[in-house]
């Protein structure tokens, strides 16, 4: 079966940087597109990040873009979220998501991911 685990996450300080990691097992990882979203307490889920089956396209939220990185190492199963410059407003439990995609989109609604991992839990003091 298909499993999703993040790591990574942690308390830091705003300006702090952190890198998210999800291996990924159960499926044939380089068909699979790839994402990572976010929840704060009392907010609904948003998307954070996503990259094609590649790795050769990438979309990023309004409010990440210059200072998070997605990337994936097919070689390896995994996925990975660069976050530079951490702002209090980032604050959120982070998800990883996969969708089986030949075509090498980049999906960014939450509503297009089957597989989804447990989540890892970051906080930014100010």
């Known amino acids: 079966q298909v499993q999703l685990v993040e790591s990574g996450g942690g308390l830091v300080q705003a300006g702090d940087s952190l890198r998210l990691s999800c291996a990924a097992s159960g499926l044939t990882f380089s068909s699979f597109a790839m994402a990572w979203f976010r929840q704060a307490p009392e907010k609904e889920r948003e998307f954070v990040a996503a990259?094609?089956?590649?790795?050769?396209?990438?979309r990023y939220a309004d409010s990440v873009k210059g200072r998070f990185t997605i990337s994936r190492a097919n070689a390896d199963s995994a996925v990975y979220l660069q976050m530079n410059s951490l702002k209090p407003e980032d604050t959120a439990v982070y998800y990883c998501?996969?969708?089986?995609?030949?075509?090498?989109?980049?999906?960014?609604?939450?509503?297009?991911?089957?597989?989804w991992g447990q989540g890892t839990q970051v906080t930014v003091s100010s």
């Open positions: 998501a996969a969708v089986y995609d030949l075509r090498t989109l980049v999906f960014i609604a939450s509503a297009a991911y089957d597989y």
């Open positions: 990259v094609n089956r590649n790795g050769d396209r990438t």
